[in-house]
Structure formats: structure tokens, C-alpha cells
């Protein structure tokens, strides 16, 4: 099956600066990479997603980019804000008749004032 | 519309005792979920069905039991809660089935076994 790790565990950033959490993923075959951040007291929400035909993909300070040969994607947030602050999750669709989605463990992000 | 309901908010159960989990979603997706989150682990797939009336496992789904009798509702039932049960549970719906689709998730269910 498939195996998704997720780094750094915890993240501090200062307001305005850039935020990067990485993934790697373990089968070459999963073609599909979500991110979904979840704040206080709520469930995650889709916030961007890319497929394995494109590797860049932004929607306005957010970006993800996707590298098959070494298997990592990773998020980016540009110009942070407090309301960045949140967990973030990254997931993989591993392809076939099964499919699910595999979790990675999840990064807390706090953007400081 | 309301999305995807989770009911209770949250529970205290004594070990042993039998718990049901409700789910409710009335955006008519097709495929619901049962994760449980917990700390450094994320988000575990317990449970899925694809489509009413069928279900399948998940990564977790020892001590736990699903049924989707019909599009909206999936419980998450717990036959004798043992304490390595106590979560955050979420439920999740998407309109495809198995494949590159948006996840909806509740609110989710603090659940806590003694």
C-alpha cells in the first residue's frame, strides 16, 4: 500500500514570510496529491490538489509542486497571515481498483504577528 | 444545506459498552468515509462505501462495523470500546468513488473510552 510522510511536524513562521511543508510518498502509481487544512475544532477543508501530469500549481498565495522522479510534492504558502495558522495535511491517491486516500501525520503551522 | 453532520459532538464511554457514531451528508455523493485522527498519526481510514449498500475496509477497521443503507447516512459503530479507541473520529463524503475527488469532512466526534 501506499506510505505518505509528512516534515516538518511543527512549523513557526513570522507574518508575511513563507511557509514550505514537504511529502514523500512510496508508490510510484499514486497520481493524485491533495493538501487540506484543518483548523481549531474543525474538519479538514481542500484547499489546492494536483495530478500527476502537472508539476506546479497555484491558487493565488498557495502553490504545490510535484517531483515523480523523487516522489515528494510539498505546499507553499507565500505572504503569511495569522489565519495560515492551522494543521495541514497531505494525502496520495494511489491508483488501481482500491484507491483510497493516504494521510500523511500533519503540520502545524503558526504564523507569529 | 447543512454538508455532512456528525452526532454526538463529543462522548465518554466505559470500556466495553457499545457505541454508534451518526453520519449524515445531503449533498448526495456517492462515496462516505470514517477516519479517526490522532496525534502524530493523522487522519487513518477506518471504513469507506463507495455507494449505498456496499462498504470496504479501510487501514483500521478492527472493532469497528460500518452499514450504508441508504445514500445519506453511514454510522460508525464500536461493539465494545476498549481505550485505544479514544479519538477524534470525522466523517467524509465525495461525489466520485475511488478517485481524485474532493473529500468533505464534519465536524467530527471527540470520543473518549475509560
Known amino acids: 500500500g501506499e506510505n505518505v510522510e509528512q516534515h516538518p511536524s511543527t512549523l513557526s513562521v513570522q507574518e508575511g514570510d513563507s511557509a514550505v511543508i514537504k511529502c514523500t510518498y512510496s508508490?510510484?502509481?499514486?497520481?493524485?496529491f491533495p493538501w487540506y487544512k484543518q483548523e481549531l475544532g474543525k474538519g479538514p477543508q481542500l484547499i489546492i490538489d494536483?495530478?500527476?501530469?502537472?508539476g506546479e500549481k497555484k491558487d493565488q498565495r498557495i502553490a504545490v509542486t510535484l517531483n515523480k522522479t523523487a516522489k515528494h510534492f510539498s505546499l507553499h504558502i507565500t505572504e503569511t497571515q495569522p489565519e495560515d495558522s492551522a494543521v495541514y495535511f497531505c494525502?496520495?491517491?494511489?491508483?488501481?481498483?482500491?484507491?483510497?486516500?493516504?494521510f500523511g501525520s500533519g503540520t502545524q503551522l503558526t504564523v507569529l504577528p | 444545506i447543512a454538508g455532512i453532520t456528525q452526532a454526538p459532538t463529543s462522548q465518554i464511554l466505559a470500556a466495553g459498552r457499545r457505541m454508534t457514531l451518526r453520519c449524515t451528508q445531503d449533498?448526495?455523493?456517492?462515496?462516505m468515509y470514517w477516519y479517526r485522527q490522532d496525534l502524530g498519526l493523522g487522519l487513518r481510514l477506518i471504513h469507506y462505501?463507495?455507494?449505498?449498500?456496499?462498504?470496504g475496509k479501510g487501514e483500521v477497521p478492527d472493532g469497528y462495523s460500518v452499514s450504508r443503507a441508504n445514500t445519506d447516512d453511514f454510522p460508525l459503530t464500536l461493539a465494545s470500546a476498549v481505550p485505544s479507541q479514544t479519538s477524534v473520529y470525522f466523517c467524509?463524503?465525495?461525489?466520485?468513488?475511488?478517485?481524485?475527488?474532493?473529500?468533505?469532512f464534519g465536524p467530527g466526534t471527540r470520543l473518549t473510552v475509560l
Open positions: 467524509a463524503s465525495s461525489v466520485l468513488a475511488g478517485g481524485p475527488d474532493t473529500q468533505y
Open positions: 508508490d510510484s502509481a499514486s497520481n493524485y
Open positions: 494536483i495530478r500527476s501530469n502537472v
Open positions: 494525502a496520495a491517491l494511489l491508483s488501481g481498483s482500491a484507491r483510497q486516500l493516504t
Open positions: 449533498m448526495r455523493h456517492n462515496a
Open positions: 462505501s463507495n455507494t449505498a449498500g456496499t462498504t
